[in-house]
């Protein structure tokens, strides 16, 4: 089955304690990308990659980490959370970048 | 940056209705995608259109690139068809990022 998996879905964690949110797409995807998505605010980019060890800031990369050394790959690394990073994260990819995006199943993260 | 502007913010329906869901941007985009969020917070795709219309069974999808706005037709609406449903555009040229709109809530009533 073609899908976008995102683990862990659920973490909670304490400020300073780094942590990595993995992300793994099966359908040979050139372009990946990370969100988070906030009350009020709505779902803003994080960083995108257009391929292996190609990758740019988004609105809001500040705080965060990326890496891109598969293609099927896209970690996103928080070095030292803080609590303002609790967030829905989603990772999302396509084919090209201009293709729909399929969305992974979200990873609800919060710092204490 | 692109301003995106999405109406209504909030939309009630009776099961079978029919809607439009409108989405406004404020420059040239070369990538336009509609998404559904379902109330389980799952994004769900569905149509890539920077211009043109798109059919997919109940929905359908037009855009008007040279005038800045894209709609999103859902007819007999279904209690499923409930969540927010987001446009995301990116700008000609520039980088490759989206930028989301903020969504419009639909609730369908059975």
């Known amino acids: 089955e073609a899908q976008v998996t995102q683990n862990p879905r659920y973490l909670i964690t304490v400020t300073g304690k780094k942590l990595t949110v993995t992300c793994s797409q099966n359908?040979?995807?050139?372009?990946m990308s990370w969100y988070r998505q906030d009350p009020g605010l709505g779902l803003r980019q994080i960083y995108y990659?257009?391929?292996?060890?190609?990758?740019d800031k988004g609105d809001v990369p500040e705080g965060y980490k990326v890496s891109r050394k598969e293609k099927r790959n896209f970690p996103l690394i928080l070095e030292s959370p803080s609590p303002n990073q609790t967030s829905l994260y989603f990772c999302?990819?396509?084919?090209?970048?201009?293709?729909?995006?399929?969305f992974g199943p979200g990873t609800r993260l919060l710092v204490l | 940056g692109i301003q995106v502007e999405q109406s209504p913010p909030d939309l009630i329906l009776q099961e079978g209705a029919n809607s439009t869901l409108r989405c406004n941007f404020s420059?040239?985009?070369?990538?336009l995608q509609w998404f559904h969020q379902n109330p389980w917070g799952q994004l769900i795709n569905l149509f890539y259109?920077?211009?043109g219309t798109k059919q997919n069974g109940r929905l359908s999808a037009t855009t008007v690139a040279t005038e800045r706005y894209s709609l999103l037709y859902i007819s007999s609406s279904q209690t499923t068809d409930s969540g927010v449903y987001f446009c995301?555009?990116?700008?000609?040229?520039?980088?490759?990022?989206?930028?989301f709109g903020s969504g419009t809530q639909l609730t369908v009533l059975p």
């Open positions: 359908m040979n995807h050139e372009y």
């Open positions: 999302a990819s396509s084919s090209r970048w201009q293709e729909t995006q399929y």
């Open positions: 259109i920077p211009s």
């Open positions: 420059d040239s985009v070369n990538n």
């Open positions: 995301a555009v990116a700008v000609s040229g520039s980088a490759r990022q989206l930028t």
């Open positions: 990659s257009m391929n292996v060890e190609v990758t």
